[in-house]
């Protein structure tokens, strides 16, 4: 890849998005805009040629790079007649979207579900927990409960049959006989 100065303006227009968003979602920037620059490098990368590219410290990076692949949505990949240590992105961007949702869920979601399930019984037994509380507890995690279980399902889909499913959108909402 070329050095920041000689990263096209969409290339660079891209990174510095996706580096942005990365922060709304609760990532490091550097982190999202590593992600961005290999996920639109046509070959895999060493730490050095990121450095370079983004002008970002080697220790970043590298730090970087871990994060990624323990979200594993990168993975570190050998070149043929070079000892270091290349990077690539997952670029199937169905199979990332699925892998990032799963991630979260496994952060995020999982011990959401954990903790309401044990507030729940809690309160059950709790004399001093208001019925109210006890039934919007209940009802959280009922929502949890039935979103997750209906993931589990979708999260085995082909991602021909996902496709199709995500562009039906309106056409499933009038066969359900939904509005608008």
Known sequence: MKHTASLSSVQ???I???????????????VAQIHALLFISPKPLNAEDIVQ?????RSN??????ELQGWGIVKR???LGDSRDHFESMKDVWEMFRVVLDERKKREIDPTITLLRACVAEAEKDKETDEYTEQ???????????????????????TV??????????KIRKLLGVGG
């Open 12 to 14: 660079q227009k891209f």
């Open 16 to 30: 510095l998005h996706w580096g942005e968003m990365g922060i709304r979602w609760g990532i490091n920037r550097t």
């Open 53 to 57: 590219a983004l002008n970002v410290a």
């Open 61 to 66: 990076v590298s730090n970087s790079l871990k």
């Open 77 to 79: 990949v050998h070149v």
């Open 136 to 158: 919007k507890l209940r009802e959280l995690a009922e929502f949890f409960d039935t979103t997750t279980a209906w993931y589990g399902q979708i999260r085995l889909w082909p």
């Open 161 to 170: 049959a996902l496709a199709k499913f995500v562009k039906a959108g309106d």
